[in-house]
């Protein structure tokens, strides 16, 4: 089915000026750009975002991390858009990223790993939301 995922161009990707590079990997793939913006988070916007976080160790870093500098958010869509986002960024952890992917790539840390993307279709609605209303996301009609 064709889906939407939410995805996160971190600090340290964009630091790096590899938002092109990044957006070449997810056409590549056959998944669309269908809304975009660069945003500074407030740190308010990021303990909402990674709310489900809250009580686990990293959260306090990973905040820190997530409003250390301009982030790129897009609303990704494609058939199976969420699993075949998931595969291009590679683990979670950069050590465990399968050869090729983003993360295995670009990311130095399991904290400072390039990208972020929904785990489900269900969050993926619900990220989507966080950050985009109707009105800003453009389907694709050709
Ligand atoms: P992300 O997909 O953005 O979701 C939460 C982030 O927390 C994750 O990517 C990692 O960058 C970060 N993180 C740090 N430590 C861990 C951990 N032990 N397990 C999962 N995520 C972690």
Do not use: W
């Amino acid at each position: 089915a064709v889906e939407r995922t939410l995805s996160i161009i971190k600090p340290d990707a964009v630091a790096k000026n590899i938002i092109g590079e990044i957006y070449s990997r997810f056409e590549r793939a056959g998944l669309k750009i269908v809304a975009a913006r660069m945003m500074h988070l407030s740190r308010e916007q990021a303990e909402a975002f990674y709310a489900v976080h809250k009580a686990r160790p990293f959260f306090k870093d990973l905040v820190d991390f997530m409003i250390s500098g301009p982030v790129m958010v897009q609303v990704l869509e494609g058939e199976n858009a969420v699993a075949k986002h998931r595969d291009i960024m590679g683990a979670t952890d950069p050590k465990q990223a399968e050869a090729g992917t983003i993360r295995a790539d670009f990311a130095d840390s399991i904290d400072e790993n390039a990208v972020h993307g929904s785990d489900a279709v269900e969050t993926a609605q619900q990220e989507v939301n966080f950050f985009f209303g109707p009105d800003e996301i453009c389907p694709r009609t050709r």
